[in-house]
């Protein structure tokens, strides 16, 4: 790559200045006696330039402007227009729009499921706690960044899970039937990520073993799990694995479900990563060993940062699916985010049409949020570890 | 505290323990009755705006809950799922299925299940215009049907039609929510589905004051609790609080006029109410007033009735089939004595 580079340039040497015309980024240099190029400012340009540059684009923009002006008046009646902000069923019938007043009325239980009201001071503090301890990450300027991500992968997901349990340091325990909602939908989100990192970048290295029977079980375990759908793997969870146990000794619901949401997404993160791993040229293994490391220390400082810097967009698109995998959690009885927002429609005190479409586009939005925030954030990680290769 | 620790996490990990032969020493012990219902159909179970489920499925737990530990709030609900609610019941995850199940010959001995008293004799039924000017099924010969293509309703539509002398036109569809819309938008005459159903589908429509049910059921879907095989005890318990509950609208006996009637009624209402001479309650292994008490937590069937189903609850379900015995219907209390 580079070798070809320098041989372009050593055969025009303003090679570089070529290309940069030739994708219309610097302006033709200017001829003797003509205008200096006109300066772009100003709103009116700014429309001439972007909206209406040549007759394709602004016949384009004209008809885009109608589909808006035919949208929009129907979309604003039903979501603020004719809403329903405060009230109850008969309001929301009689005006015909949003049922705001039904999403206002079930605000709590949508976030926190049937969390005991007098405990969700504790669900605040899980997610908070999990932002300082991330947000560092996030930040270049912040020193220290090993240390809050070990307590982040290590001592967070206790700590968490000892907030929402409870049970010690005088906590009342809020048994996991009682989670529920946007929190539900967090808690098998961040669990499926936190866990199905590491375990994928263990299958990852696995099958590239050159042990023969991990590589075999790596495999195998991989092949299994991506081969049948997540739902499969919720429904042997939930509904074959107890069949197998002695009676009445039953495994939590949720932790079935969580360890299923992260084999699964494991089986599909280590094929992520093992992409990641073939990307890293032989040299760099070469150039490790001969540096006298082992496979651990080679892994860890030389092969994993490169390959998995690599595969970013893959993991995100990963982890982006695990959010929206989490409503499958519906199939086995558990109430996220939409299972939430579906039980709540079926109350026949609220029961309408009106309230139906309400809750959905709630729910929709929940997760378009979430989605949307996380997709930003992968954007700025790939921009700031500059590993589009887009240069 | 490292105990503590341990504890609690075993505690989240196995969930009840190991079980005791008898479901209502477990119950006992637990101060608890775990109470599988559904995921949210209107009327049966649903959680209201405080988060607490509430229902007619959900009651007929508290009518046990308060038989058994004398307080009708000692109920674990757990939603189930269609396809989980029989493991759950096997598995011992739950004591009660309340959850809009149908009685069937497989599910009572194959699947090694115990169904208590019917709670709700449901069957499917028509909903149409009301500007059809229609009053009964037998005046729907040559309309047209939504109805999902290969279901058990299909097949009831096409016996029932045959059965009759009548023809109709079937306007077929895969999937429920769109012969849901289909009809509505007006593309045929009549939709079909369990009158559970019809009566909170007619309120998700855009004009629900348009539609009318119509009085027949064309087949069987009689609701019940289930409990698991194996536990006689247990069962005798559901299905005798399910008895007292119908047995109290017979002999009018409601949450409000019970005291009274515990003092001043007849041999057989003092009998219920726990207040006679005998012993029933001991032969359950439960206090007397087991049933005073679930009558006091939930009212009388036609009270629960009212409460979630009835004319006064944005369902307006009609008794039909569910009517007592003595008013045309066939819901009928085994004699409490």
């Given at each position: 790559?580079?070798?070809?580079?320098?041989?372009?340039?050593?055969?025009?040497?303003?090679?570089?200045?070529?290309?940069?015309?030739?994708?219309?980024?610097?302006?033709?240099?200017?001829?003797?006696?003509?205008?200096?190029?006109?300066?772009?400012?100003?709103p009116?340009?700014?429309?001439?330039?972007?909206?209406?540059?040549?007759?394709?684009?602004?016949?384009?923009?004209i008809?885009?402007?109608?589909?808006?002006?035919?949208?929009?008046?129907g979309?604003?009646?039903w979501?603020?227009?004719n809403?329903?902000?405060?009230?109850?069923?008969?309001?929301?019938?009689?005006n015909?729009?949003?049922?705001?007043?039904?999403?206002?009325?079930r605000w709590?239980?949508?976030m926190y499921?049937f969390?005991?009201?007098?405990e969700?001071?504790?669900?605040?503090?899980?997610?908070?706690?999990?932002?300082?301890?991330?947000?560092?990450m996030?930040?270049?300027?912040?020193?220290?960044?090993?240390?809050f991500?070990?307590?982040?992968?290590?001592?967070?997901?206790?700590?968490?899970?000892?907030?929402?349990y409870?049970?010690?340091?005088?906590?009342?325990?809020?048994?996991?039937?009682r989670?529920?909602?946007?929190?539900?939908?967090?808690v098998?989100?961040?669990?499926?990520?936190?866990?199905?990192l590491p375990?994928?970048?263990?299958?990852?290295?696995?099958?590239r073993?050159?042990?023969?029977?991990?590589?075999?079980?790596?495999?195998?375990?991989?092949?299994?799990?991506r081969?049948?759908?997540?739902?499969?793997?919720?429904?042997?969870?939930?509904?074959?694995?107890?069949l197998?146990?002695?009676?009445?000794?039953?495994?939590?619901?949720l932790?079935?479900?969580l360890?299923g949401?992260?084999?699964?997404?494991?089986?599909?993160?280590?094929?992520?990563?093992?992409?990641?791993?073939?990307a890293?040229?032989?040299g760099?293994y070469?150039?490790?060993?001969?540096?006298?490391?082992g496979y651990?220390?080679?892994?860890?400082?030389?092969?994993?940062?490169?390959?998995?810097?690599?595969?970013?967009?893959?993991?995100?698109?990963?982890?982006?699916?695990?959010?929206?995998?989490?409503?499958?959690?519906?199939?086995?009885g558990?109430?996220?985010l939409?299972?939430?927002?579906?039980a709540?429609?079926?109350d026949?005190n609220?029961l309408?049409?009106?309230?139906?479409?309400t809750?959905?586009?709630?729910?929709?939005?929940?997760?378009?949020?979430?989605?949307?925030?996380?997709?930003?954030?992968?954007?700025?990680?790939?921009?700031?570890?500059?590993?589009?290769?887009?240069? | 505290m490292?105990?503590s620790?341990?504890?609690?996490?075993t505690?989240?990990?196995?969930?009840?323990?190991?079980?005791?032969?008898?479901?209502?020493?477990?119950v006992?012990?637990?101060?608890?009755?775990?109470?599988?219902?559904?995921?949210?159909?209107p009327?049966?179970s649903?959680?209201?705006?405080?988060g607490n489920w509430t229902?007619?499925?959900?009651?007929?737990c508290?009518?046990?809950?308060?038989a058994v530990?004398?307080?009708?709030d000692?109920?674990?609900?757990?939603?189930l799922?269609?396809?989980?609610?029989?493991?759950?019941?096997?598995?011992?995850?739950?004591?009660?299925?309340s959850?809009?199940?149908?009685?069937?010959?497989?599910?009572?001995?194959?699947?090694g299940?115990?169904?208590?008293?019917?709670v709700?004799?449901?069957?499917?039924?028509?909903?149409?215009?009301e500007?059809?000017?229609?009053?009964?099924?037998?005046?729907?010969?040559?309309?047209?049907?939504?109805?999902?293509?290969?279901?058990?309703?299909?097949?009831?539509?096409?016996?029932y039609?045959?059965?009759?002398?009548?023809?109709?036109?079937?306007?077929?569809?895969d999937?429920?929510?769109?012969?849901?819309?289909?009809?509505?938008?007006?593309?045929?005459?009549?939709?079909?589905?369990?009158?559970?159903?019809?009566?909170?589908?007619?309120?998700?429509?855009?004009?629900?004051?348009?539609?009318?049910?119509?009085?027949?059921?064309?087949?069987?879907?009689?609701?019940?609790?289930v409990v698991?095989?194996?536990?006689?005890?247990w069962?005798?318990?559901?299905t005798?609080?399910v008895?007292?509950l119908?047995g109290?609208?017979?002999?009018?006996?409601?949450?409000?006029?019970?005291?009274?009637?515990?003092?001043?009624?007849?041999?057989d209402?003092?009998?219920?109410?726990?207040?006679?001479d005998d012993?029933?309650?001991?032969?359950?292994?439960?206090?007397?007033?087991?049933?005073a008490k679930?009558?006091?937590a939930?009212?009388?069937?036609?009270?629960?009735?009212?409460?979630h189903?009835?004319?006064?609850?944005?369902?307006?379900?009609?008794?039909?089939?569910?009517?007592?015995y003595?008013?045309?219907?066939?819901?009928?209390?085994?004699?409490?004595?």
């Amino acid at each position: 790559m580079t070798d070809r580079m320098l041989s372009a340039t050593a055969d025009h040497p303003d090679a570089n200045a070529v290309i940069r015309e030739r994708a219309g980024i610097l302006p033709p240099a200017p001829a003797q006696g003509r205008l200096p190029p006109r300066t772009h400012s100003g709103p009116v340009d700014w429309i001439h330039r972007n909206l209406f540059p040549d007759w394709r684009q602004g016949l384009l923009t004209i008809v885009v402007l109608y589909l808006l002006y035919l949208s929009m008046p129907g979309l604003y009646n039903w979501a603020i227009g004719n809403a329903t902000w405060v009230g109850d069923r008969a309001d929301c019938v009689a005006n015909g729009g949003a049922c705001w007043a039904f999403v206002n009325a079930r605000w709590g239980q949508f976030m926190y499921g049937f969390y005991p009201v007098a405990e969700r001071w504790r669900v605040d503090l899980t997610f908070a706690l999990l932002i300082v301890s991330v947000a560092p990450m996030l930040f270049p300027a912040i020193p220290g960044k090993r240390w809050f991500l070990a307590f982040s992968l290590l001592v967070y997901p206790v700590i968490a899970f000892f907030l929402l349990y409870g049970g010690v340091l005088g906590l009342p325990v809020v048994e996991t039937a009682r989670w529920g909602g946007f929190m539900l939908t967090l808690v098998v989100a961040i669990s499926g990520m936190v866990g199905s990192l590491p375990l994928g970048i263990l299958l990852a290295l696995g099958r590239r073993s050159k042990m023969t029977v991990i590589r075999l079980f790596c495999t195998t375990f991989i092949e299994l799990f991506r081969a049948v759908p997540l739902i499969t793997v919720l429904f042997m969870a939930s509904v074959m694995l107890p069949l197998f146990m002695p009676q009445g000794f039953t495994l939590d619901k949720l932790l079935r479900a969580l360890i299923g949401v992260a084999l699964f997404n494991g089986a599909l993160m280590a094929e992520v990563i093992r992409g990641g791993l073939q990307a890293i040229p032989r040299g760099q293994y070469e150039a490790a060993t001969a540096a006298g490391m082992g496979y651990w220390r080679m892994m860890i400082f030389v092969i994993l940062p490169q390959a998995l810097r690599i595969v970013i967009p893959g993991i995100v698109n990963t982890y982006v699916a695990i959010i929206k995998d989490t409503t499958l959690v519906l199939i086995i009885g558990l109430f996220d985010l939409l299972g939430i927002v579906q039980a709540g429609i079926a109350d026949s005190n609220w029961l309408s049409a009106s309230v139906t479409k309400t809750g959905y586009v709630f729910a929709g939005m929940g997760f378009w949020v979430l989605c949307f925030g996380l997709s930003r954030y992968s954007m700025y990680l790939e921009r700031r570890l500059n590993t589009g290769h887009n240069t | 505290m490292t105990k503590s620790f341990f504890l609690a996490t075993t505690a989240m990990v196995l969930g009840a323990g190991l079980a005791h032969a008898s479901t209502l020493e477990d119950v006992r012990e637990r101060g608890a009755v775990v109470c599988g219902v559904t995921q949210g159909v209107p009327g049966f179970s649903n959680p209201d705006d405080a988060g607490n489920w509430t229902g007619f499925d959900v009651d007929i737990c508290r009518a046990v809950a308060a038989a058994v530990l004398d307080d009708a709030d000692a109920v674990r609900f757990v939603p189930l799922s269609n396809t989980e609610r029989f493991t759950a019941l096997q598995s011992g995850e739950v004591d009660i299925l309340s959850r809009t199940t149908t009685r069937t010959l497989n599910r009572d001995t194959a699947l090694g299940l115990n169904f208590a008293p019917v709670v709700f004799y449901d069957g499917q039924g028509f909903m149409v215009r009301e500007s059809l000017g229609v009053a009964s099924a037998l005046d729907l010969d040559g309309a047209s049907v939504c109805v999902s293509a290969g279901s058990t309703t299909e097949l009831n539509l096409a016996d029932y039609f045959s059965a009759n002398g009548m023809s109709y036109s079937p306007v077929r569809f895969d999937r429920a929510d769109e012969v849901l819309a289909a009809y509505d938008a007006g593309r045929c005459d009549v939709y079909t589905s369990d009158l559970s159903g019809l009566a909170a589908r007619r309120l998700v429509m855009e004009n629900p004051a348009e539609h009318v049910m119509l009085p027949e059921t064309i087949s069987k879907e009689p609701l019940a609790p289930v409990v698991r095989h194996g536990d006689d005890q247990w069962f005798d318990i559901v299905t005798w609080t399910v008895y007292a509950l119908i047995g109290a609208e017979e002999m009018g006996v409601t949450s409000e006029n019970m005291q009274e009637m515990a003092e001043g009624g007849s041999p057989d209402i003092r009998r219920l109410l726990g207040a006679g001479d005998d012993n029933m309650g001991a032969w359950m292994d439960l206090e007397n007033d087991w049933s005073a008490k679930a009558i006091a937590a939930v009212g009388n069937y036609g009270e629960l009735w009212e409460r979630h189903l009835g004319m006064n609850t944005p369902l307006e379900l009609e008794r039909g089939l569910n009517e007592l015995y003595t008013n045309g219907g066939i819901q009928y209390a085994m004699p409490i004595k």
